[in-house]
């Protein structure tokens, strides 16, 4: 079985601009949660979805923003991005409607500068 | 909202000895304890987790213990290898969310000696 696989894995991007990453779930997973990781600040959620529904937003501004879709893939979107922005994003999938397993992918590495 | 603290945030440990690291929470009524290894350039990997029915759970060389009283948990490595170095984050949910929002400890960076 494939494992949760983000794109793209490395990504460059300036000041001011927007970006979109990728996430496909494990197959027949329906729920998929996204972090950012730092070293500054560790590993913070910043919103899940199931069934292409936002349950829970993390405390992030605006202008970091998500969807789902009926496949169950994600993308979730920063714009105007700034240097602080600069992070490991991750996406993890799960299997059931309520607490249990996720199972994380690769990340995409976002450097802004 | 659940806070996590985990201790201590390095360890270093000969070959063959045991690693135990700690964390604390805060929401009572969280139920669900996982633990993840994140190795260099790698996203974190599900190792072992344990549900707040349960006192301990042991996989190989790997165990969870619970104390949902004193709201801590650890993990224990027995007969560690070189390739158990690696960033370890505990995590728990805040009680009732329903959902998978899971509240991250800072890490413990282990490094086993050969």
């Known amino acids: 079985k494939a494992g949760v696989t983000q794109t793209p894995r490395y990504l460059i991007k300036t000041r001011g601009q927007q970006v979109t990453l990728s996430c496909s779930p494990i197959?027949?997973?329906?729920?998929v949660s996204w972090y950012q990781q730092t070293p500054g600040q560790g590993l913070q959620f910043l919103f899940e979805?199931?069934?292409?529904?936002?349950?829970n937003k993390g405390n992030f501004p605006g202008r970091f923003s998500g969807r789902q879709f009926s496949n169950s893939r994600s993308e979730m979107n920063v714009s105007t991005l700034e240097l602080g922005d600069s992070a490991l994003y991750l996406c993890?999938?799960?299997?059931?409607?309520?607490?249990?397993?996720?199972?994380f992918g690769q990340g995409t590495r976002l450097t802004v500068v | 909202g659940e806070n996590v603290e985990q201790h201590p945030s390095t360890l270093s440990v000969q070959e063959g000895d045991s690693a135990v690291i700690k964390c604390t929470y805060s929401?009572?009524?969280?139920?669900?304890f996982p633990w993840y290894k994140q190795e260099l350039g790698k996203g974190p990997q599900l190792i072992i987790d344990?549900?707040?029915?349960?006192g301990e759970k042991k996989d190989q060389r790997i165990a969870v213990t619970l104390n949902k009283t004193a709201k801590h948990f650890s993990l224990h490595i027995t007969e560690t290898q070189p390739e158990d170095s690696a960033v370890y984050f505990c995590?728990?949910?805040?009680?009732?969310?329903?959902?998978?929002?899971?509240?991250f400890g800072k890490g413990t960076k282990l490094s086993v000696i050969p």
């Open positions: 979805y199931f069934s292409e529904t936002q349950r």
């Open positions: 929401d009572s009524a969280s139920n669900y």
């Open positions: 197959s027949g997973h329906r729920s």
């Open positions: 344990i549900r707040s029915n349960v």
């Open positions: 993890a999938s799960s299997p059931t409607a309520v607490g249990g397993e996720a199972f």
């Open positions: 995590a728990a949910p805040p009680g009732g969310a329903g959902s998978y929002q899971l509240t």
